[in-house]
C-alpha cells in the first residue's frame, strides 16, 4: 500500500536551516507529481511547495518563496524540502502528500491522495 | 483564490446529518476537493471534483456544487467522524489553496 515517511523535524533556531525528508513506498514514485503542506499550531492547512514527477518544475507559495527548496531523488524513492533562513512563523506540522492521477492516467490534478503523518518543526529560541 | 468554510466548528450528535459549505472566490468549476484531518494521523482525502468519492471512504459521505459554492454532507454521523474538515480548490494547480476548516465536535 501506499506508504509517505515524513522525518527531518525537530528544534531549530530562528534563521537556522532544516531539511526533511519523505520516504515514499508502494507505488511508482518517479511517475507521480509531489507537494509539501503545513500546519501551524492552531491553523488550518497551506500548501508549500510542488514538484512534478521529473523535478523539472517546481512551485513554491510566496511565504516560503527564496528559502525553502523542494528536490526530489526519484532512485532513492525520496522527497526533500531544504528550509533556510526559518522564521517563527515556519512553526508546524510538515506533511508530504502524493496527488491523484486522473481517470485518464495524467497528473496535475492537484487533488492530494496520500499524505504522510507529518514531522514537527519547531522555530524558536 | 479564497476559500472561506463555515462554520468554522459545529457540534452534533451520533446520527445526525451535517453539512459543511465552501465558497470560492472566483468560480473553479468541480475543481474541490475535501479531507479529513484527526490529531496525529495522516490526512485523507473524502471527495475529489466536488461529488466523486475517494476509493475506500463510506457512502455517509458526498459532495455537491459546482463553480463558487460547494457542500460537504456527513449523512449520518458516526463517532469515527469527529475530525477537522477542509476543503481545498485544485483549479489553479499547483498553487492549492485550503479553506478553514470545520471542527465536527460531539455535542
Known amino acids: 500500500q501506499v506508504q509517505l515517511v515524513e522525518s527531518g523535524g525537530g528544534l531549530v533556531k530562528p534563521g537556522g536551516s532544516l531539511k526533511l525528508s519523505c520516504a515514499a513506498s508502494?507505488?511508482?514514485?518517479?511517475?507521480?507529481?509531489m507537494s509539501w503542506i503545513r500546519q501551524a499550531p492552531g491553523k488550518g492547512l497551506e500548501w508549500v511547495a510542488y514538484?512534478?514527477?521529473?523535478?523539472?518544475?517546481?512551485y513554491y507559495a510566496d511565504s516560503v518563496k527564496g528559502r525553502f527548496t523542494i528536490s526530489r531523488d526519484n532512485a532513492k524513492n525520496s522527497l526533500y524540502l531544504q528550509m533556510n533562513s526559518l522564521r517563527a512563523e515556519d512553526t508546524a506540522v510538515y506533511y508530504c502528500?502524493?496527488?491523484?492521477?486522473?481517470?485518464?492516467?495524467?497528473?496535475?490534478?492537484?487533488?492530494?491522495?496520500?499524505w504522510g503523518q507529518g514531522t514537527l518543526v519547531t522555530v524558536s529560541s | 483564490i479564497q476559500m472561506t468554510q463555515s462554520p468554522s466548528s459545529l457540534s452534533a450528535s451520533i446520527g445526525d446529518r451535517v453539512s459543511i459549505t465552501c465558497r470560492a472566490s472566483q468560480t473553479i468549476n468541480n475543481y474541490l476537493n475535501w479531507y479529513q484531518l484527526k490529531p496525529g494521523k495522516a490526512p485523507k482525502l473524502l471527495i475529489y471534483d466536488a461529488f466523486s468519492l475517494q476509493s475506500g471512504v463510506p457512502s455517509r459521505f458526498s459532495g455537491s456544487g459546482s463553480g463558487t459554492d460547494f457542500t460537504l454532507t456527513i449523512s449520518s454521523l458516526q463517532p469515527d467522524d469527529f475530525a477537522t474538515y477542509y476543503c481545498q480548490q485544485s483549479y489553479s494547480t499547483p498553487l492549492l489553496t485550503f479553506g478553514g476548516g470545520t471542527r465536527v465536535e460531539i455535542k
Open positions: 508502494g507505488f511508482t514514485f518517479s511517475d507521480y507529481y
Open positions: 502528500a502524493r496527488e491523484r492521477e486522473s481517470t485518464y492516467g495524467l497528473m496535475g490534478t492537484g487533488t492530494l491522495a496520500y
Open positions: 514538484i512534478r514527477n521529473s523535478g523539472s518544475n517546481i
